[in-house]
């Protein structure tokens, strides 16, 4: 998924991807944008939930991606 905005992190094709993904990858860059990209978004709350209650789903990243998830 190319998310490159808050708006397109709203949208409802990558909310249903996420649904069936395995896991997500985040790439490097600014990790305040991808951080202020997700707050209060329906994605990050099924992120958190999927991540929280599903022992396979799998979350990564690379450089500003891993620190973006350090909480």
Same mark, same amino acid.
């Given at each position: $998924? ?21 896991? +997500? ?11 202020? @990209? ?19 789903? +799998? ?7 891993? @620190?973006? $998830?350090?909480?």
């Amino acid at each position: $998924m190319h998310i490159g905005t808050e708006e397109a992190a709203k949208e409802t094709q990558y909310l249903e991807r996420l649904k069936a993904a395995d896991g +997500v990858l985040f790439s490097g860059g600014d990790q305040s944008r991808i951080t202020q @990209m997700f707050l209060g978004t329906e994605f990050l709350e099924l992120l958190k939930h999927r991540y929280n209650t599903e022992p396979n789903f +799998v979350i990564g990243g690379t450089s500003a991606g891993a @620190m973006a $998830m350090s909480r």
